[in-house]
């Protein structure tokens, strides 16, 4: 089973940047479409952004023209590039592959908040 180490998130102001990273464990990465999802307090887990295998990203539109979705297929890491950041994007961060399978990481906490 494929495992997920996510990483970058913090404490951050409104208006500030994080970087998020995530490691994958398998040697198919580039095989697979891949997705950062937010979990907000109270909310269910839901897709921010996601990237084929041939680097075409889509974005929710509540992140469009602020994240920008990368991938590595040589490093088998895929990274979440966060910009103009507002306090509702306040969540625990995940990468999975999409349509998601599998098991969950145990992602990484973006707060964001003056």
């Known amino acids: 089973q494929v495992q997920f180490v996510e990483s970058g998130g913090g404490l951050v102001q409104p208006g500030g940047s994080l970087r998020l990273s995530c490691a994958a464990s398998?040697?198919?990465?580039?095989?697979?479409?891949m997705g950062w999802y937010r979990q907000a307090p109270g909310n269910q887990r839901d897709l921010v952004a996601r990237i084929s295998v041939a680097g075409r990203t889509n974005y929710a539109d509540s992140v469009k023209d602020r994240f920008t979705i990368s991938r590595d297929n040589a490093k088998k890491t895929v990274d979440l590039q966060m910009n103009s950041l507002k306090p509702e994007d306040t969540g625990v961060y995940y990468c999975n592959r999409w349509p998601i399978v599998g098991g969950w990481g145990q992602g990484t906490q973006v707060t964001v908040s003056s």
């Open positions: 398998t040697s198919l990465f580039s095989d697979y479409a």
